[in-house]
């Protein structure tokens, strides 16, 4: 298998700043330090050699700090940072980071909808103007939701057919309880317009963290494979959030297993292109 390309993880310092996701005993033990010293040997260890560094919370002086990391890291090829959608100088702000010292590799934006109690909060006319900066930007946009939020997903990508939507974790499809639909009628729904891709990352903590296995995943997998095609899938350890259900070499390992004979796409190609031809302000589409 060719070198992999981790589309997606994390770090943080909580000397630095609060993850005030990270609450309740079930996520007691992400709560401490993860950094890219941390992640570098796992990585390595597996086969990856570059990956997307994604932001965690809705904090501004967040993505200047990643952008920074990325500067210095052998490891980090982009950042998907975070910036207030709705800010009336939305535009400005996204030339702004990309001017700031490891500007260059800001690829992307994410925002936490999953937290927003406005199902239509992707459609309102302040976020919509906010997507249209973000693709005059070059950039994608990553969309973090809850299954339920699919069908706002959907009218915001074909409301920009001019902007690269990334579904992260798959839409957080119910498999702890094996519930397929209405999520995989809605992820097909989404995965007929041309500007979308996904991401196959996050499944394990979707999962029952204490007895999922690969063949638990499988139906979900094979779902995104089927609609999107491994041209628009690409890897994502999710790390460190992983590792309340798998290390990050397991999470690799259970991609490879559901993957199989299309890695090349999922494992490189797909995040090359979304991702890592857009480091230095070059523009990519789907």
């Known amino acids: 298998m060719t070198a992999i390309v981790d589309a997606h993880h994390h770090v ?15 996520l007691a033990p992400i709560r401490r330090d993860f950094t890219l010293e941390e992640l570098l040997p796992q990585a390595r260890a597996a086969g990856v ?5 994604v932001q965690t919370v809705p904090v501004a002086e967040e993505t200047p700090e990643f952008l920074a990391l990325a500067a210095d890291s052998p490891l980090v090829a982009a950042v998907v940072g975070w ?49 249209t900066a ?6 994608v946009y990553d969309l973090l939701v809850h299954a339920h939020q699919l069908p706002a997903c959907v009218k915001a990508a074909a409301d920009h057919p001019e902007l690269t939507f990334v579904l992260d974790h798959l839409g957080k499809p119910e498999i702890a309880a094996g519930r397929l639909d209405p999520w995989r009628t809605d ?19 979707e999962a029952d963290p204490a007895t999922w296995t690969v063949d638990t995943l499988r139906p979900y ?38 993957v199989g004979a299309r890695d090349e796409d999922v494992f490189a190609r797909t995040a090359e292109r979304i991702y890592l031809d857009r480091v230095g302000g070059r523009n990519s589409r789907t």
Request: with cysteine.
């Open 49 to 53: 050699t570059a990956t997307v560094l």
């Open 134 to 139: 973000v693709a005059d930007a070059g950039l």
């Open 221 to 258: 997998a094979d779902a995104v494979l089927d609609a999107f095609g491994p041209e628009r899938v690409l890897f994502g350890s999710d790390w460190p959030v992983c590792t309340l259900a798998a290390t990050y070499r397991q999470v690799v390992d259970a991609a490879v297993a559901l």
């Open 83 to 131: 910036t207030d959608l709705t800010r009336p100088d939305i535009a400005d702000e996204l030339a702004r980071l990309r001017r700031l010292p490891g500007g260059q590799h800001l690829v992307g934006i994410r925002h936490p909808v999953q937290g927003e109690p406005d199902p239509g909060w992707l459609i309102r006319p302040d976020v919509r103007r906010g997507l």
């Open 12 to 26: 943080w310092d909580l000397s630095v700043r609060d993850q005030d996701w990270i609450t309740g005993p079930e």
């Open 187 to 205: 992820l097909r729904a989404l995965a007929e317009l041309p500007n979308t891709v996904c991401k196959l990352s996050g499944m394990v903590t």
